[in-house]
């Protein structure tokens, strides 16, 4: 498998409800940024998580990092329909510059 | 705010031709990126770029593929003759020199071949 890896690769849910994305990797990083994409869009950053932190809030994100499992969480909190994208975590190497390694991403959808 | 821009938005080539695509990053910026998206699947690194020169470079960006940085400002990617899997989306990213700093990336450049 590849770096970074989201699940579930689709999620549908209610308007109101929480959504939670999980993203695995495996190699030692720098830090893991979370991406929101639009249909056919650019890439929105929503969240950076350094490797030393544990959990990020941002508005009604919540990003969690545990580096001994190689994994984080999204967790999008009262979601609404206007949340509705494909999002993708990217990781980021502890080069100095170094590229991002992107995952294969989570469509959310969040029905009115 | 500052931000990354690219043009143009949506580029059709015929098959063999030569495209370029430009980006102007964010002045200050000291790396840049591109990376691709063929469609459905996920954000691809090509290629990164710092103090005018190539620091890294994946397996896709293979010599048909050129970057340059003309006049300090534009950031170009070059495709010498394009093929239909080259059909993609193609970003441009900057990032300020910190580790711990978000790449900016601009709207990206959707490019045909057929």
């Known amino acids: 498998s590849q770096q970074g890896e989201e699940d579930p690769q689709a999620l549908s849910i209610q308007e109101g409800e929480n959504a939670t994305m999980n993203c695995s990797y495996k190699t030692s990083i720098n830090n893991l940024q979370w991406y929101r994409q639009n249909s056919g869009r650019g890439l929105v950053h929503l969240i950076l998580i350094r490797s030393n932190e544990r959990e990020k809030h941002s508005g009604r994100l919540r990003v969690t990092l545990d580096t001994s499992k190689k994994s984080s969480s999204l967790l999008i909190t009262a979601s609404r329909a206007a949340d509705t994208a494909s999002y993708f975590c990217?990781?980021?190497?502890?080069?100095?510059?170094?590229?991002?390694?992107f995952g294969e991403g989570t469509q959310l959808t969040v029905n009115p | 705010e500052p931000e990354v821009t690219q043009t143009p938005s949506h580029q059709v080539t015929q098959m063999g031709q030569e495209v370029i695509l430009r980006c102007v990053p964010i002045?200050?910026?000291?790396?840049f990126y591109w990376y691709r998206q063929i469609l459905g699947q996920k954000v691809e690194f090509l290629v990164s770029f710092y103090n005018n020169e190539i620091s890294e470079k994946s397996e896709i960006f293979d010599d048909q593929f050129s970057v340059e940085r003309p006049d300090g400002s534009n950031f170009t990617l070059k495709i010498r003759s394009t093929k239909l899997e080259d059909s993609a989306m193609y970003f441009c990213?900057?990032?300020?020199?910190?580790?711990?700093?978000?790449?900016?990336f601009g709207q990206g450049t959707r490019l045909t071949v057929v």
């Open positions: 990217a990781t980021r190497k502890e080069t100095s510059g170094s590229r991002l390694t």
């Open positions: 002045s200050n910026h000291l790396y």
């Open positions: 990213a900057s990032l300020p020199g910190a580790m711990n700093t978000e790449a900016f």
